[in-house]
């Protein structure tokens, strides 16, 4: 993690020696989102995804050959229902609102599109598990930062950012609920459609 970080403050450096341009903007939209459970051992689930919403900022540091670097601070909400069956299905809710702040870097060519990728820092915010009324179930908690990834597609047009990304983690999130001592594992997958405004742009 130490030498990631370290990688992500070089690249940083590298643009911030290089930028001619720097853009400020809002942006918000709309996730669908699934999570899978990992370590399930023998508990059947169905899980369900649901559509949430997402709403932040970001921070934009461009070359004079299209490459920049992004930074954000995204509200994002992660979302399923489970259902796990035993010997008659025991259904229930999951949501986590967490602080994202990616760090993409991308390109701008043909002055419209743009393609990126980078690491998403996640820190959680609320956890809302609501687990059967059942002395089988016991809430857990989740970890208090984790990290994923993203990659995407976006497109400039005057002054709207409209953007296309996938987002995943690169490693469990922890355990929202354990089940006679079986703590299933949460990794998140999900697609997110987001349209942003630029403010403020300096040349």
């Known amino acids: ?9 070089l690249i940083s ?17 709309i996730n669908r989102d699934k999570i899978e459970l ?5 508990l059947a689930t169905k899980i369900e ?12 540091l461009s070359t004079p050959i299209g490459l920049y670097i992004q930074p954000e601070a995204v509200f994002n909400r992660r979302a399923s ?8 299905l025991q259904a229930f809710s999951h949501s986590a609102n967490y602080v994202d702040v990616p760090v993409l870097v991308g390109w701008r060519f043909l002055k419209t599109f743009r393609l990126y990728a980078g690491p998403n820092f996640q820190f959680l915010m609320k956890q809302i598990t609501e687990i059967p009324n059942n002395g ?3 809430l857990e908690n989740l970890k208090d930062q984790t990290t994923g990834f993203q990659v995407g597609a976006g497109l400039d047009l005057f002054k709207l950012r409209v953007d296309l990304k996938y987002d995943f983690n690169t490693n469990d999130m922890g355990s929202a609920f354990s ?3 079986i703590a299933p594992t949460l ?3 999900m697609v997110t459609l987001q349209v942003g405004l630029k403010l403020y742009s300096l040349l």
């Open 1 to 9: 993690m130490k030498k990631f970080i370290s990688t992500i403050s």
């Open 13 to 29: 450096a590298f643009f911030i020696c290089h930028a001619q341009n720097l853009e400020l903007g809002i942006k918000a939209g």
């Open 38 to 42: 990992e370590d399930l051992q023998n």
């Open 49 to 60: 995804p649901n559509t949430t919403i997402n709403i932040g900022g970001y921070l934009r």
């Open 81 to 88: 229902n489970f259902k796990i069956d035993l010997a008659g």
């Open 136 to 138: 089988d179930f016991k």
């Open 179 to 181: 089940y006679k001592g």
């Open 187 to 189: 990794q998140n997958k």
